[in-house]
């Protein structure tokens, strides 16, 4: 360890490749490719020194990251706690920190518990700085671009991604922490696809938003052909350095349990797949590293509007489809980028415990809006998440477990305007979502005169 007076702080080690996921070539992590030049399949990042990490006993592993909860070294406040498990190759003055990750795990409340069909627990991703767990990934991507600046003194950086809105915002926050002078952020959006809260946000961080026609898959086709014949860093979850930062949700779910993952079920909303390779992935570091004993259970969760995966699990084929419109909108996805990841995965390390579940339209408001009655702030992909863990449970889908971890993946303000939407029955056909009187909420005008006031709640007079 450099600081031999802290045993808890990480040091600069190992050693990082891309690796292709099809012909397994390895390539310089220098070298911002997205796709393997040789067979075109999707690249992970190995640390060629993984096998140096499991010398050390998996007590002292649980010992440092634990330790490291208690430091007040800012840049190990995040997801690099788990330095050695992300990027274990750059030194912590690299490391950009704007208060992402560790972000709290709620006990569901008994009514909406016996509602969901078991005690089960939220983690809220929706408590990072851009209020999704996009910045997990983008934390360790714009650490990983200001490394390459310093060392590779580069200028004039174009950071690009296409968005459902997160990705855009997530991007936009991290690039603009980076001096102007070396590196400008462009976001591409699908027109009226993204929510008025996720459209301010790189408006805010002064990006350059371009809008254009379509949906997020005609934006990630134009940003790959982009990313392809001109010089850009790619910032969408293709870019496997954003993978790294975003395993960190399942280090810090092992670690809130306290390194206790039997019996374990995480549920995670699937858009473009990247989120649910990662949540995978990190799982695969702990229990090779033997800090944990076993494997959770995985359950991903799309919309019937947008279930290319689910249709792959459920029938064995996967093809890409077109999606309709769908309040779950940033993962509202038709052709997954990391789907092949997702498959690989499964078969070498979740055969057995990887279910894909789809849900209503008016499953996915109800689970929004009924969480959010019973003391959460979840978006409606953390309501899908919900509405998934309950129809799985109905169905019998998945075993029985122990504790139940359902992802909402970003804060329920930014997905506001479909609850108004709710309220107001203002839907358009297209989604297909029946309403509730029950789970309506409007405000009430009155003149301002306390008996008024006092006559419409029936308030009963003192004395
Ligand atoms: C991006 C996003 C998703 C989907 O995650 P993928 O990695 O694309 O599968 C789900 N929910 C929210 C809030 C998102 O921003
Ligand atoms: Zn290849």
Not at 82 to 97: A, G, M, N, R, T
Not at 259 to 267: F, H, I, M, N, S
Not at 334 to 355: A, E, I, M, T, Y
Not at 389 to 408: E, F, H, M, T
């Amino acid at each position: 360890m450099t600081d031999k007076s802290d045993p808890f702080m990480p040091e600069v080690r190992g050693n990082l490749k891309y690796s292709c996921i099809g012909c397994k070539e390895r390539y310089d992590i220098f070298d911002f490719i997205y796709t393997c030049p040789s067979c075109r399949s999707l690249l992970r990042i190995e640390n060629t020194a993984f096998d140096e990490l499991k010398k050390i006993p998996a007590g002292t592993w649980r010992d440092i990251f634990d330790g490291r909860r208690n430091s007040n070294v800012l840049e190990i406040q995040g997801v690099f706690r788990f330095h050695e498990l992300i990027l274990p190759i750059i030194p912590l003055s690299d490391i950009i920190y704007l208060g992402e990750g560790n972000t709290p795990i709620v006990r569901a409340n008994p009514e909406l518990s016996a509602w969901l069909g078991t005690p089960f627990f939220v983690k809220n991703d929706g408590f990072n700085p851009s209020a999704s767990f996009k910045d997990r990934g983008m934390a360790s991507a714009i650490s990983f671009l200001n490394h390459a600046i310093r060392v590779k003194d580069l200028k004039g950086v174009l950071g690009i991604c296409a968005s459902t809105g997160d990705t855009s915002a997530a991007a936009a926050l991290y690039l603009s922490y980076l001096p102007r002078d070396r590196v400008k952020a462009v976001v591409l959006l699908p027109q009226g696809k993204v929510t008025p809260q996720q459209l301010s946000q790189p408006l805010g961080s002064g990006a350059t938003v371009i809008e254009m026609p379509g949906v997020f898959d005609d934006c990630m086709r134009v940003v790959e052909q982009l990313a392809q014949d001109y010089h850009v860093f790619l910032l969408n979850s293709k870019n496997p350095v954003r993978i790294l930062g975003q395993k960190s949700y399942a280090y810090e779910i092992a670690q809130q349990l306290g390194w206790d993952t039997e019996g374990l079920t995480v549920v995670v909303p699937i858009g473009n797949a990247g989120n649910i390779t990662a949540v995978m992935d990190g799982f695969v570091d702990l229990f090779e590293l033997g800090i944990i004993a076993e494997l959770p259970v995985i359950l991903g969760v799309q919309s019937e509007h947008a279930d290319p995966v689910s249709r792959w699990r459920a029938t064995g084929t996967f093809s890409p489809m077109k999606v309709t419109p769908s309040v779950a909108q940033a993962a509202m996805i038709g052709d997954p980028v990391s789907f092949p990841k997702v498959r690989q995965l499964v078969q070498n390390h979740f055969s057995d415990r990887f279910f894909v579940i789809s849900v209503s339209e008016t499953e996915i408001m109800e689970g929004m809006l009924t969480a959010n009655r019973h003391g959460h702030v979840v978006c409606t992909q953390g309501g899908e998440s919900a509405a998934g863990l309950k129809k799985a449970l109905k169905n019998g889908l998945i075993p029985r477990g122990r504790n139940y971890v359902v992802d909402s993946t970003s804060h329920h303000l930014k997905f506001s305007s479909f609850q108004e939407r709710y309220f107001d029955d203002s839907f358009a056909p297209e989604y297909g979502i029946t309403t509730r009187e029950e789970l309506k909420n409007r405000p009430v005008k009155l003149s301002g005169d306390p008996q008024e006031i006092a006559d419409f709640l029936g308030l009963r007079r003192k004395g």
